[in-house]
């Protein structure tokens, strides 16, 4: 993990791209043969805290070690505190725990636990101070136990299979944290978790069509935080869309079953837009088959060698006007000689 200070939002975008193909359940739940001490986390959003709680936000430049990788960063520690200086679990806790723990791998877990405490001891004072660590000394040992979780039996691709990720993640966060703590520190994650397992369930329904699925999924979608869609959409929306044309695709659906699918997922406009690269999509691969033909006919011809040259190269000229499109041309007639199968979008 990165010692640069991102974006939380940024970071569950990632998370998400790790979700969609399948990383997330290695991260969560490792096999016996990749375990590992701390499976990887990204940072949270910020939450917010009660509006008539008085608190401040004590942010420190320096701390007394860092590992090599983070010594020009900015130390990602926000914590607040409210008016009688105790600490406000919330999601900048977590943020402040896990940028010590990104340094694992520079530094084991002793120097982690160590380079923390004398930070807190650096920065903080009573009655945070206290808080502070006892919740560190808690979350290090969470950590540790969460990358020991066994993974259960099925089809990490499936929804079943994330459920009982997330029930056992759960159930050892009861473990270590109260109630209160573990809404603060994991509630955003939560909002991320149950957005991810309702997704697939929603592309698991058998009995819905793709055009049903869409409906729900934009349905689901458009419930998130207006910061997450702005986050996500590209990733999520977009993945939504490769499922369900695919599976459509693969029973044979019809072109005004993709455009229903399509308007349920992503709107009007996008669907002309999608509607319209189908066009141009269809024309370039109807160009590049005929030109490929056209060349073999040329190559198989009687013609000298230079007479062929110069028959495909006015060819080229006559169906390929851009220097772009002559450059992706060379792609197809390279796979094309090899026997390959032609990289056409889909």
């Not at 990887?40 to 004590?58: F, G, K, L, R």
């Not at 996500?232 to 029973?251: G, M, N, Y």
């Amino acid at each position: 993990m990165s010692g640069k200070k991102r974006s939380p939002v940024f970071l569950y975008t990632v998370m998400l791209i790790l979700v969609l193909v399948s990383v997330l359940i290695f991260w969560l739940r490792p096999s016996n043969s990749q375990q590992t001490l701390f499976s990887p986390t990204s940072q949270s959003d910020q939450q917010a805290h009660d509006a008539n709680q008085p608190s401040q936000i004590v942010q420190h430049q320096t701390a007394p070690v860092l590992s090599p990788s983070q010594q020009d960063t900015e130390i990602n520690c926000q914590l607040q505190l409210d008016a009688s200086h105790r600490l406000i679990v919330n999601a900048q806790t977590r943020d402040c725990f896990e940028y010590f723990i990104s340094q694992y791998g520079e530094a084991n877990l002793d120097e982690i636990k160590t380079r923390f405490i004398a930070y807190a001891q650096h920065s903080y004072q009573q009655p945070a101070l206290a808080q502070i660590i006892d919740l560190w000394t808690r979350y290090i040992e969470y950590r540790k136990q969460l990358g020991e979780l066994k993974p259960p039996a099925g089809d990490p691709q499936s929804a079943q299979y994330l459920k009982e990720i997330f029930a056992a993640t759960e159930n050892l966060r009861k473990k270590f944290f109260s109630t209160a703590e573990i809404a603060g520190l994991f509630n955003t994650q939560n909002v991320y978790d149950q957005y991810t397992l309702d997704r697939m369930a929603i592309l698991e329904q058998t009995t819905l069509s793709e055009a049903e699925k869409a409906k729900q999924l934009n349905a689901l979608f458009q419930d998130l935080p207006q910061d997450w869609q702005e986050n996500i959409q590209q990733l999520s929306v977009l993945e939504d869309l490769r499922q369900l044309t695919a599976a459509l695709k693969a029973r044979g659906g019809t072109a005004n079953e993709l455009h229903q699918m399509r308007l349920n997922l992503v709107g009007a406009d996008a669907t002309n837009r999608l509607e319209h690269l189908d066009v141009e999509r269809q024309d370039w691969k109807g160009r590049i088959n005929q030109y490929l033909t056209d060349r073999d006919s040329i190559l198989n011809s009687g013609l000298s060698e230079s007479g062929k040259q110069q028959a495909i190269a006015q060819l080229q000229t006559q169906q390929f006007a851009t220097q772009q499109e002559q450059l992706r041309l060379q792609t197809f007639e390279s796979i094309h000689d090899k026997g390959g199968t032609l990289p056409f979008a889909e």
